[in-house]
């Protein structure tokens, strides 16, 4: 099992940037990939992006593609999400997410992913 926890989020102007974080801890030498995903008002869990843990590969979702980036520090066990050029629709709570052992891909679906963080909220507004 692995504990997340996330922490960076806050209120940003249309068109700023924020820089997200996860810590990871226990299990993290079982890792396969980690995952940002983000939950708005009232909707599902909708996937941003993924990192393989020990290869490093990236997968995002396109409407971020360009605008945010996953980079990590697997000597910290930390997961980092650089947003930037940040559009209101951006808002939602951000969720860290884990995945252990292995899988075919990064997966885009919720469901795949055994360990989750608490959240950090994203408020994207003028």
């Known amino acids: 099992q692995v504990q997340l926890v996330e922490s960076g989020g806050g209120l940003v102007q249309p068109g700023g940037s924020l820089r997200l974080s996860c810590a990871a801890s226990?299990?993290?030498?079982?890792?396969?990939?980690m995952s940002w995903f983000r939950q708005a008002p009232g909707l599902g869990r909708e996937f941003v992006g993924g990192?393989?843990?020990?290869?490093?590969?990236?997968l995002y979702q396109e409407s971020v593609k360009g605008r945010f980036t996953i980079s990590k520090d697997t000597a910290k066990n930390m997961m980092y999400l650089q947003m930037n050029s940040l559009k209101p629709e951006d808002s939602g709570v951000y969720y860290c997410?884990?995945?252990?052992?292995?899988?075919?891909?990064?997966?885009?679906?919720?469901?795949?992913?055994?360990?989750w963080g608490q959240g950090t909220p994203v408020t994207v507004s003028s």
């Open positions: 997410a884990a995945l252990s052992p292995w899988s075919w891909d990064i997966p885009a679906s919720s469901s795949s992913y055994a360990d």
């Open positions: 226990g299990e993290t030498f079982r890792l396969y990939c």
């Open positions: 990192v393989v843990w020990k290869g490093g590969r990236t």
